[in-house]
């Protein structure tokens, strides 16, 4: 795979690793509360990400960073919080199978937000497919 096309491999397993991540969660589920059960799943993701960043020699100060890069961070990182809430909520008492995929309707809306505020313009064969995505999650959501 080229150099170019690396990000597709990473997106890929992001894809595994989320399935996987709704998987193991509907199950660990069970007889937990979900925001306790989402905050056990942020310790360990903090716990992974903070040996990450340290044996691979990737740590340098924070507080170094602009404070255009901390506003956004912590946005982002508020937006997860508020997405990891909503989705482990919906797990809960929904089926992972009905779930999963309504919570990728993100992909649509990441697109819409891209065009409005990047600058973004996706080709006529990305929209398509944006589209199929918002299909999807309607034939999804209807009884």
């Known amino acids: ?3 170019t096309s690396n990000w597709l491999l990473w997106a ?6 989320a ?4 998987i193991f969660a509907k199950i660990g589920l069970e007889g ?9 799943r942020t310790v360990v993701i903090f716990g992974v990400l903070t040996a990450f960043v340290v ?8 507080l170094a960073l602009s404070s255009k890069t901390w506003l956004f ?5 508020l ?19 009905k779930v999963a995929p309504v919570d990728k309707f993100s992909v649509v809306l990441v697109a819409l937000f891209a065009v409005l505020l990047l600058g973004e313009r996706p080709s006529l064969r ?3 497919a944006i589209l199929l995505v918002t299909l999807g999650v309607v034939v999804l959501a209807l009884k």
Not at 12 to 17: D, E, I, K, Q, W
Request: contains cysteine.
């Open 1 to 3: 795979m080229s150099a």
């Open 12 to 17: 890929m397993l992001s894809a595994v690793f």
């Open 19 to 22: 399935a996987l991540t709704a």
């Open 32 to 40: 937990i509360d979900s925001d306790l059960a989402t905050l056990v």
């Open 55 to 62: 044996l691979t020699g990737k740590w340098s100060n924070p």
């Open 73 to 77: 961070l912590v946005l982002s990182g």
């Open 79 to 97: 937006a997860t919080g508020a997405s990891w809430v909503c989705y482990f909520r919906a797990l809960k008492i929904g089926e992972a199978s």
């Open 126 to 128: 990305e929209w398509a």
